[in-house]
């Protein structure tokens, strides 16, 4: 009988040890699941996926999913009988996920677990101590195609690609906060896997994390296990799992040569706008919260747009005139502009917006010219990138997607700084070190082939 006690004794005392292990919402990596029964858990075998949002979370599912070490969470959204929190909180769960526009204080009313709101773009609490900032609004990423096949050019000139970068890089800026976009895949089409890939990579690229969801094909053929389903899950887990596998890449800050200074709960909350338009260029930018604007953010720029001149406070003007003093080169908004707060329930700029938005592109298209900024890529037409460079400057990453339904071949990649080491990353890929050449701004490396999603890691 002691020594079965004992027994017990040993394992009770394991358990402070299993709840430290436990992820803090910074590392969990959320699935929407569709399935109550406890054999779709088997699905997770092998996967990264360590958070599921249940709709009607029954008591067996969240006990099973805990027993494998899975947070599970359940979704609330407006408009019930005022009772789903209370019965979530009877199955066990880890957490809430309000998604939807709740009364203020909402959330702070649901105690002793983990809340997430999953609002509008417009009502995020930037700077908050939320342990996680989320939206369900989002677009969907891809290649603009109009009618007749024919692909759809923006202000840019340049194919245009559909990208939640620019808002989830607005957004981190403000402070480097665990970011779920939560956008769901559009109604009734069936979703190429390549799709699927595309939109992890988009956000994971800007150190952000998109909230898988199948669409309705997709959830009916994995319950039955069908075996081209399940190889696009495979799929989808791998991307996932490359992200997860490099969270360093979460703490690394934009780098580049450019800074666009720009309030974030503006113009940075929306889709398609200033930020959206220089990466389809390819040049690196780094966005500064207008009210975070200091000597020390304007640090190793030698470029600037302020998008909102007229919003800028006598301090901030002071700054901006000592970078000029410096030797850089400052590009405001044109006189009357203001930069944009997005309309009622939109997350893109209106027509009218975005004309008036063209005429700070093409000045700043003009100012950037053919310089290289940090980083210049070629034969990229199809593909968007971000160049992040840690503190102290010894290691940077260039991360490359394609959003075509293709490979893209032979990209040439330029940058500047003493880095004279590169290597190329893939997902499920051997890592593969690159032959470093030297170009006439600084050096330069060749990728072969990128499918979906490639990352180019640079050391001195």
């Known amino acids: 009988m002691w020594m079965r006690a004992g027994r017990w004794v040993a394992v009770l005392s394991l358990v402070p040890f299993l709840c430290a292990a436990a992820p803090a919402p910074s590392a969990w990596v959320p699935v929407r699941w569709p399935w109550a029964d406890t054999r779709s858990l088997e699905l997770l075998a092998g996967t990264p996926v360590n958070c599921l949002l249940l709709k009607s979370p029954a008591p067996e599912l969240v006990a099973a999913a805990r027993a494998r070490g899975v947070v599970a969470l359940a979704v609330v959204t407006p408009g019930g009988d005022g009772h789903e929190v209370d019965r979530a909180l009877a199955a066990k769960v880890d957490g809430i996920v309000l998604e939807g526009e709740f009364p203020e204080g909402t959330a702070a009313g649901i105690k002793d677990v983990t809340v997430i709101e999953l609002t509008a773009r417009s009502r995020l609490t930037l700077g908050s101590n939320a342990p996680v900032l989320g939206t369900y609004q989002g677009v969907w990423p891809g290649i ?5 096949g024919a692909k759809k050019s923006g202000p840019t000139a340049s194919a245009w690609i559909d990208t939640n970068t620019g808002f989830l890089r607005a957004v981190r800026a403000w402070g480097n906060a665990t970011v779920w976009i939560a956008n769901q895949p559009p109604p009734k089409t069936v979703v190429a896997a390549t799709r699927y890939l595309q939109v992890i990579a988009d956000a994971g690229i800007s150190g952000g994390r998109w909230v898988v969801a199948f669409d309705d094909d997709l959830a009916g053929r994995l319950a039955s296990r069908e075996e081209a389903a399940m190889g696009t899950w495979k799929r989808i887990a791998g991307m996932l799992a490359y992200f997860e596998q490099h969270p360093e890449w979460r703490a690394m800050p934009e ?11 503006k113009g940075g909350l929306l889709s398609g706008g200033i930020l959206d338009m220089i990466a389809v260029k390819h040049t690196p930018v780094r966005p500064i919260p207008r009210q975070q604007l200091s000597a020390e953010a304007l640090a ?5 747009v302020n998008v909102d ?5 006598p301090e901030q003007k002071e700054i901006l005139r000592a970078f000029t003093r410096g030797g850089g080169t400052l590009l405001t908004g044109p006189p009357g502009w203001k930069d944009p707060t997005a309309a009622a329930g939109s997350i893109t700029l209106e027509k009218a917006e975005l004309e008036r938005l063209n005429d700070i592109w093409r000045d700043v298209n003009a100012m950037i010219g053919r310089r290289n900024m ?8 199809s593909m968007l990138s971000n160049f992040l460079a840690a503190p102290g400057g010894k290691t940077a990453i260039v991360h490359l997607v394609n959003y075509s339904d293709y490979p893209v071949e032979n990209v040439a990649m330029h940058y500047l700084g003493d880095y004279k080491h590169a290597t190329l990353i893939t997902p499920g890929g051997a890592d593969k070190p690159l032959e470093v050449y ?6 330069g490396v060749d990728v072969d082939r990128v499918a979906i999603c490639a990352t180019v890691k640079l050391e001195q």
């Open 144 to 148: 603009v195609v109009e009618e007749a």
């Open 255 to 265: 780098g580049g040569q450019l800074a666009v200074v720009q309030d974030p709960g």
């Open 300 to 304: 190793g720029a030698t470029m600037a």
């Open 309 to 313: 001149a007229a919003a800028t406070t």
């Open 374 to 381: 940090g980083v210049r890529l070629f034969n990229v037409s």
């Open 438 to 443: 030297k170009t006439e701004e600084g050096w």
